[in-house]
């Protein structure tokens, strides 16, 4: 589970996020919405642990461990994995590695490359050169192949084309364990509360709801954080009256 | 027999004549004999000391001659193994193709100047050995030759001529490892280069260099590709020495030449490196380009590059990327020289330190901040080499990586 308190970030001397409170349990999914620059990244660079962003307030415990304070690769270790908005480039270093890093031990990465249709990319280097579309599927794949339980995704879905928004769909879905099928052992009931793997969506189109179910729906405005059971109902409710609105009436109905 | 009276003379009025570039040396300070060594067998090769044949792994030698189609190998003055597997490739010491081969003549400080410096002059007045690799035309080398130059005297200068020709049609690989043994600390090695890459020939020539701390090293070499031909120049030096200076210089005489120069340096504490490589572009159609990455923990790396367009229709291009790690300095001076409409020349130099992005974002895929380092700094260090061997690619990435533990 991850649980996060009052959480206060400062970024660059200025407050950026302030008394966040976000909880999400195992299996859950959440969608987080907000205009541009209202803090999204940051909530999820925060999350992961970037030294730039200063924790002033509050607490981040994630399975139980406070990890506020906790280095990068720690909270990589226990769980946590990103898939980044804009990642940098790292020369010298072939997406095939990167793979492998990420598994951190022996992985087919020829045959978790071809799930998101990436194989050609293999013998580039991280990030050089990739277009929009496919940095997010390589972001997927370093995912796939890290196989964390908390899963942050930063705009997975924008700037991917019709075709690839599918695969793109439902590799987060398979990710995040969503397809629930009956097994032989186990009813679709079971398989649903079996599931442990948690996420983070962040998105502005909401396409990403066609392919992925999502339990809750957040919105992030003006640095503060309002929730809501039904993510479909804010985003019709962000389409309609737009985001101040609609903080207002979500704040109204908790 | 050559008798290089003409030679001696020039070189004697050169032994005080200081280098242009790099702190001055007193080799006075250095003894010029040595004891000899036996010639070695092929088996009697692979039972040198294991930490003799460690240090030579790290300079590319392997003993065991596997993968490779011949060794030389000169220990102080003496040439103790010399050998050729492979037909249409010559391996030659190269007083022993003085004495014996009229040819030598035409190749023999027909490039570098006996008397451009102290250095040159001293590798006249006083030759140890070096070799003399030859390509016959249309021969083609399936395993690089490996030449190895060794150091086992303390407080020796080891002055060596080497001559490389990649006759017509030819196609040569060679590495170089230059090393000193575990107890020499102390040394200064003079090598004289001259390579003739003739018509349509393809050479490579990989160096690396494994000296120790207190180490003078002042190569000097200069290469000259007729039309079509091939340079591929490779240099890695990632152990410490005291004192490194050289200035390579190739000439593209021929049109569609093409040289590559790759350099990849780590500047360790104590060290200072000024290193460099210079292309003129003589012709239509030839093509240069210069990669160098030096890393500084802690050394002095001056890192230069020459680009000289003579024509129009040339194209050249300089790279020059410092990561500065735990100090020191990376001094990059690119240089391009444009003599005539119609040539594309251009530079690329950089100087800087590992982005905190690039480690926070290995640190998120689980690795420490170490490992993520390391792991930059061999991505920054992988220069691709087209047209290189995959072997002798190989033999680059494992002296990089044998080497990585003292970097960080
Ligand atoms: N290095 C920085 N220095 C100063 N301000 C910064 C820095 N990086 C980000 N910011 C600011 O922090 C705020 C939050 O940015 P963030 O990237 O979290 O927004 P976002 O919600 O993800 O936006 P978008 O929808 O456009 O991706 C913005 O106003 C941004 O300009
Ligand atoms: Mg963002």
Not at chain 1, 127 to 156: H, V
Request: glycine share 8%; with cysteine; net charge negative.
């Amino acid at each position: 589970m991850l649980l996060i308190e009052d959480l206060q970030v400062e970024l660059a001397g200025r407050t950026i996020l302030k008394h966040i409170d976000l909880e999400i349990k195992p299996g859950e999914t959440h969608v987080l919405f907000g205009p541009n620059g209202s803090g999204k990244t940051s909530l999820l660079m925060t999350i992961v642990g970037y030294p730039q962003y200063k924790v002033t307030g509050g607490k981040i415990v994630f399975k139980g461990v406070d990890i506020t304070y906790a280095p990068i690769d720690e909270r990589a270790r226990l769980g946590i994995g990103m898939s980044y908005q804009r990642p940098p480039t790292i020369h010298g270093l072939k997406t095939r590695q990167m793979v492998q890093i990420c598994a951190r031990s022996d992985v087919d990465v020829e045959g978790l490359a071809r799930k998101v249709n990436f194989e050609n990319f293999l013998d580039r280097d991280v990030n050089a050169g990739f277009s929009g579309g496919e940095i997010k599927r390589s972001e997927l794949l370093q995912l796939m192949s890290q196989g964390a339980d908390l899963m942050l995704f930063d705009e997975p879905e924008s700037g991917v084309d019709i075709e690839n928004i599918a695969l793109v769909g439902e590799t987060i879905a398979r990710l995040l364990e969503k397809e629930c099928s009956a097994t032989a052992t186990k009813s679709r009931l079971q398989v649903r509360r079996d599931r442990t793997k948690m996420g983070l969506i962040i998105t502005h189109t909401g396409h990403i709801l066609d392919y992925v179910a999502v339990d809750k729906g957040q919105l992030l405005f003006n640095g503060v954080m309002s929730c809501s059971t039904n993510p479909r109902e804010i985003f019709r409710c962000i389409s309609e009256v737009g985001y101040e609105e609609c903080v207002r009436c979500t704040i109204e109905n908790s | 027999m050559y008798d290089r009276e003409q030679l001696k003379e020039q070189a004697a009025k050169a032994l005080d004549k200081k280098a242009p570039l790099g702190p001055d040396i007193d080799l006075m300070g250095f003894r010029t004999t040595s004891e000899s060594y036996e010639y070695l067998s092929d088996e009697e090769l692979k039972t040198l000391p294991d930490e003799e044949v460690q240090r030579l792994l790290l300079a590319g030698v392997d003993v065991t001659e596997e993968g490779r189609g011949g060794t030389f190998f000169q220990k102080d003055t003496s040439v103790i193994h010399c050998e050729s597997k492979q037909e249409g490739i010559e391996v030659i010491p190269i007083r022993q193709a003085l004495e014996k081969h009229d040819w030598i003549r035409d190749y023999y400080w027909k490039l570098a100047s006996v008397d451009a410096d102290k250095y040159t002059a001293a590798a006249e007045t006083n030759l140890h050995n070096g070799y003399v690799i030859r390509a016959l035309p249309g021969a083609k080398s399936i395993y690089p030759i490996q030449a190895c130059l060794y150091i086992n005297t303390n407080g020796l200068q080891q002055n060596v001529h080497n001559i490389i020709i990649a006759e017509e049609d030819s196609e040569l690989h060679v590495i170089t490892g230059c090393s000193t043994s575990p107890h020499s600390k102390k040394g200064a090695h003079v090598g004289i280069s001259e390579f003739y890459i003739k018509k349509n020939a393809k050479l490579s020539f990989t160096m690396i260099h494994n000296w120790a701390e207190d180490m003078v090293v002042r190569p000097r070499s200069v290469a000259q590709v007729e039309a079509g031909g091939l340079f591929l120049n490779n240099y890695v030096c990632m152990k410490p020495c005291r004192t490194l200076q050289m200035y390579p210089t190739t000439h593209l005489v021929g049109e569609n030449a093409v040289a590559r120069l790759n350099s990849i340096i780590v500047g360790s504490p104590g060290s200072e490196y000024d290193v460099g490589g210079r292309v003129y572009l003589k012709k239509p159609g030839t093509r240069a380009e210069i990669v160098a990455r030096t890393i500084s923990n802690g050394g002095r790396i001056i890192s230069r590059g020459h680009l000289i367009g003579e024509v129009p229709e040339i194209k050249a291009h300089l790279e020059c990327k410092g990561l500065i790690i735990k100090g020191g300095l990376i001094y990059a001076v690119p240089e391009l020289e444009g003599h005539v409409d119609g040539v594309e020349m251009s530079h690329e130099a950089a100087v800087g330190k590992i982005a905190q992005e690039e480690i926070c974002y290995l640190m998120s895929r689980g690795l420490t901040e170490d490992e993520a380092v390391a792991t930059i700094v061999r991505g920054f260090l992988s220069v691709d080499v087209p047209g290189l061997p995959p072997q002798l690619k190989a033999e680059i990435d494992k002296a990089i990586e044998m080497s990585e533990k003292d970097v960080m």
